[in-house]
């Protein structure tokens, strides 16, 4: 398994993780809803720096950027979900950004992004199911909504939605395969345009 090396913990990378991290947060502001998803899952860009920095950096520079996007947010807005949907999104993109940065990186090339990217958002969709389904919906009913009411809310979005498992099924997969599959073509192309200042 790929860790951060002693040479990777330099000050500039350390200063490249933290703005991309900042950058991670601000991009988290700019959400918007899908028609097949309830209105708490939010489409947004924000693990596309991560992405930049699993690449450029390596794939522990990609967690460490989520770890700390995730911690700023809490920290600038607080949380609406309990601390619940900040855990949510920073294990599902942390599996994201890992698997697309431990590929690319194995082989820096053109044709090893794009597989990194395409494993990456699989791995992440399937991670963000199992993890809705066993952990974070299970939490998120005892916290802040009960469980029939957010199986509702979906319903009323998307008709295929009728129990917790369709709610899995139709809802949260293709919403992360879609948000995976947006961020991979943006990371695509900008990253060799942004290659030059992130090696800098």
């Not at 398994?1 to 502001?29: D, H, P, Q, W």
């Not at 009960?146 to 295929?160: C, F, L, Q, T, Y």
């Not at 997969?173 to 992130?198: E, Q, W």
């Amino acid at each position: 398994m790929y860790t951060l090396a002693k040479g990777e913990l330099t000050t500039r990378n350390l200063v490249k993780i933290s703005v991309l991290g900042a950058i991670g947060m601000i991009l988290m502001f700019f959400d918007l809803s899908v028609w097949f998803a309830p209105p708490f899952l939010k489409l947004d860009i924000s693990d596309l720096p991560a992405l930049l920095g699993a690449f450029a950096i390596g794939p522990m520079a990609g967690v460490l950027i989520q770890l700390l996007k995730n911690l700023l947010s809490l920290l600038v807005e607080g949380s609406g979900t309990g601390g619940v949907g900040e855990l949510s999104n920073f294990i599902v993109g942390s599996v994201y950004c890992y698997t697309a940065g431990f590929i690319y990186y194995r082989n820096k090339s053109f044709k090893s992004a794009v597989i990194g990217l395409i494993c990456g958002v699989i791995l992440m969709s399937i991670t963000a199911s199992l993890s809705n389904y066993f952990i974070v919906f299970p939490l998120y009913s005892r916290v802040m909504v009960p469980m029939d009411k957010i199986i509702e809310m979906a319903s009323k979005v998307n008709k295929h939605v009728v129990d917790y498992k369709t709610l899995i099924l139709y809802a949260v997969l293709p919403f992360n395969l879609l948000k995976g599959t947006i961020v991979a073509g943006i990371t695509l192309a900008l990253y060799k345009r942004l290659s030059p200042i992130l090696h800098r």
